[in-house]
């Protein structure tokens, strides 16, 4: 089974006995009983105060977990061994969860490009997150959910598991604007084909190698460029920016993931058009050259909701500052996250 661990916790003499010497010096532990097992699980969270993750739900399980310890999946999982999985998120604040239904449609469809049938309808998969969500008790926080093609194997093929798995988890962490610019940098990971990037699925190997190469640099993180030279998106946010015409323009989505955020962004800047601060909102291919050129650069995600850029390659963008639409912007989405109406925001029933 594969188990949640604080990294905080573990002493360094533990870390030192767990180290792999030569020849025949390592025993291992066996262990005798569940019993034995599960205090040992507990002794990984027993330091912890805060549980940063307050409830689990595994229809492996058929119902939700409070314990941290207990928040475990199968290894034959193949959504463990090979990545036949799709996953998606939610953000929580102020006790409501934020585009759930924009998140879950969008998860539904990566779950049927990935050939994968949930095993609940979709109103039984939106119950339980709602109902996960009230029994964490978390008022800030992300609701993380994964489809998999379910335990029973360790073959290449999901033809004999018994039946698909279904996963979520509340993480309780901080939600607020992000209004300190940051710098990027254009990534040499290759970007996934436009089958698995426009589905969210849980091979995040290039995302992971991309972000990291970006830190390499003393960047917070990188730009994607497509083969035929147009902007896409960034490790695991969508990319915006305003040229100095004031038009708002988003790539296109047919290669990469349609962000939720992005999505609703697009929705909500219209207004800024109509006090006359942008002149346009669209998607559009750009090219390097002319997304460098921008006035203003941002990141948009959902727990962001929109990131300022004002550096990309150690060249600055526009004056090099935060500015002032891609605020007006952030402002738009914050205050449809905490004041929105109610089809964009379910008050969980605690």
Known sequence: MAYCNPSSDRKPDEMASMEVGSGNDVKVHVFSSSSELIEKLHEKWSP???KPYPAMYSSVFGGIVLDPAMMVIPIDDHMVHRGHGVFDTAVILDGYLYELDAHLDRFLRSASKARITPPFPRSTLRSILVQLTAASQCKEGTLRYWLSAGPGNFLLSPAKCPTSAFY?????????QCK?????ITSTIPMKAPLFATMKNVNYLPNVLSIMEAEDKGAFASIWVDDDGFIAEGPNVNVAFITNDKELIL????KILSGCTA???????????EQGR????????LTIMEAKGAAEMMYIGSTLPILPIIMWDEQPIGDGKVGDLTMALSDLLWHDMVAGS????ICVPY
Request: charged share 25%; glycine share 2%.
């Open 263 to 273: 999505k609703r962004l697009l929705e909500l800047a219209p207004k800024l058009v």
């Open 180 to 184: 300190n610019g940051v710098k990027v």
């Open 251 to 254: 790539p296109s989505f047919d």
């Open 278 to 285: 942008l002149k346009s909102v669209k998607t559009a291919n």
């Open 342 to 345: 109610n089809t964009q925001r």
């Open 48 to 50: 912890v105060k805060k």
């Open 168 to 176: 979520a988890v509340v993480i309780a962490n901080d939600i607020s």
